[in-house]
Structures are given as C-alpha cells and as structure tokens.
C-alpha cells in the first residue's frame, strides 16, 4: 500500500512550463468559489477567502486561475487584496469573454471592443501592468474566433498579455485559433467521472498546450461505498475526491487541475492529494471504471 504524504504541498505536483516560459506547479487552485451564491456578489467569508489564498500560496500553489465574471471581478479584488505584490513565481489566468446580467446567469460576448475592455479591467483590478495567460472564457458563436482570438493577439503585441489561452472548446476551435495567435492552454471540463474531452486532451499533449480541467472533483457515482474509487483512497488513508485529483495528474503531464474552495481546511484536503503515487493497478483500475 502507498499512502499520502501527510505534509504535501503543491511541489510534489510535479511542474509544467506553460508557454514554454511559465513554470508552474502542476496542482493549482481556482478561485471561482471565492464570490456569493450564484458566482455573484461577494463571498459570505471574505476574511476566509483571503486565507484561503495565502495559505495556498504557502502551500506551494503557483498557479491560481481567475476570471471576470467571478462576481464579476470579486475574485480578481480578493487575490489582489491577499496576495499584491505578488510572489515572483505566482502565475495568474483569468479570463474574459462572459457578460454577467445577474447571479447564475452567464452570456459569451467575443465583441472585440468588449474583450479589450475586460482585460484593461482585469488589469486594474489584478494590479498587474501584464496578464501571465488570458483564456477567452468562451468562444461567441456570433462572432468570428479570428475576431476574439484577434483582438488577444492585438493586446499581446502591445504587451498586456504574455500568453493565450482558450475555455471549453473543441479540437476544431483550437486549431482556428490557433491561426491567428499562439495558443498554450485549453480549460474544458473534464475529470474522473466525465471524459468527454478526451480529443481535445490528446490534441493538447500533442501540441504541448496546458490541459486545465475545470470541476476536477467530480467523482459521480465512482464514490459509491465499496467501489473501486472507495476502496483504492482506503488503501490510501484518504478521500475519493483526493483520489480523483491524484488520477488527474497521473493521467497526463500537461494536465493542471485548479479545485477550488472558500475554505482553509479544504485547501489543504485538496493540496495533499499532490502526495498520493498510484500504483499501476490502481490507475488502471480507476481508468477502467467509467
């Protein structure tokens, strides 16, 4: 039996370079739980979401994902608050491309005009002269991707944005994309229980692009008492959503799972999984389940 490293951090993730400049620590944190009820409005802790984001830092994240819309803008104050200046190593994403007409409610617009507004926003808000990666949230069906990547490219040559990235996109999108501007990273859902991207995964791992899988703990029902998933983070001493997280960095070396939380406690449960080793038949047999 192989068991958990009862002080791991983030290190133990292994690294990632994305860009081919960034290096990161695989196992990341995603803030989009640090607002109120619906992604909306601030947090019902906002003292706790800063510790959240300290102590993650202290525990050797290097990489935390944001977005706009968090609030909108709730999450990029927070970090700013916690966390400006930043430390040297700490890798910013954040995102635009969703307008936000109220709490739950969520609207792509990929209008030029609009993403260059959010991402001058999200640099005030962020306190950043420079966005580390800016991932169009989500592609505009009503507008021409060569426009929406276009208009990131423009603000990348004029330095606001170091590298490009996309959100829950096909294989067919990111080759578009990847027509007008360099793309390094693809967030799509993705996880244990729900594999859906599979080809966009494999087109990633080929081209060298960051996987980021949003909702990472999904577990399903691989949970259930007595299954596979249940059994083998036994074996482990810990919980299935450590081991959903610890099957996601086995699965792939460009893969950078981001689970957030908007609690200290649950941070850490989370950044520990970065210190179970699947065996091979344990792997397989999680792989196996669905």
Do not use: C
């Not at 640090?34 to 992604?39: D, I, K, Q, Y």
């Not at 260059?116 to 420079?130: A, K, M, N, T």
């Not at 991932?135 to 990131?152: M, N, S, T, W």
């Not at 490009?164 to 360099?182: K, P």
Request: proline letters at 7%.
């Amino acid at each position: 039996m192989t068991s958990m490293s009862a002080e791991a951090d983030a290190h133990e993730s292994g690294t990632f370079e994305l860009g081919g400049d960034l290096p990161v620590h695989r196992l990341g944190y995603g803030t989009m739980q640090l607002t109120g009820e619906g992604v909306w409005g601030d947090p019902p802790d906002p003292e706790e979401a800063v510790r959240v984001l300290r102590r993650a830092v202290a525990l050797g994240v290097t990489f935390m994902d944001t977005a706009d819309a968090y609030g909108p803008f709730t999450a990029e104050l927070l970090m700013r608050k916690a966390l400006h200046p930043y430390p040297p190593d700490l890798v910013i994403a954040t995102k635009a491309g969703f307008a936000r007409p109220g709490p739950g409610e969520w609207v792509a617009v990929g209008r030029p005009a609009y993403l260059r507004q959010q991402v001058e926003l999200s640099l005030r808000h962020l306190g950043v002269e420079r966005i580390d990666l800016l991932q169009l949230h989500r592609v505009d069906p009503e507008v021409p991707i060569a426009d929406q990547v276009g208009e990131l490219a423009a603000m990348q040559q004029e330095g606001k944005i170091r590298h490009i990235g996309l959100s829950e996109v096909t294989t067919a999108q990111i080759e578009q994309a990847s027509r007008t501007a360099t793309i390094v990273s693809v967030q799509n859902r993705y996880n244990l229980a729900d594999r859906a991207s599979e080809d966009v995964l494999a087109h990633a791992e080929r081209n060298g692009m960051g996987f980021i899988p949003w909702y990472p703990l999904a577990t399903g029902g691989l949970a259930r008492k007595g299954g596979p998933l249940d059994r083998i983070a036994e074996e482990h001493g810990a919980q299935p959503s450590q081991l959903a997280l610890a099957w996601l960095l086995r699965r792939s070396p460009v893969m950078l799972p981001i689970p957030g939380t908007s609690k200290v406690a649950h941070l850490e449960h989370n950044i520990a999984a970065a210190g179970i080793r699947l065996t091979d038949q344990q792997y397989e047999e999680l792989t196996a389940a669905v």
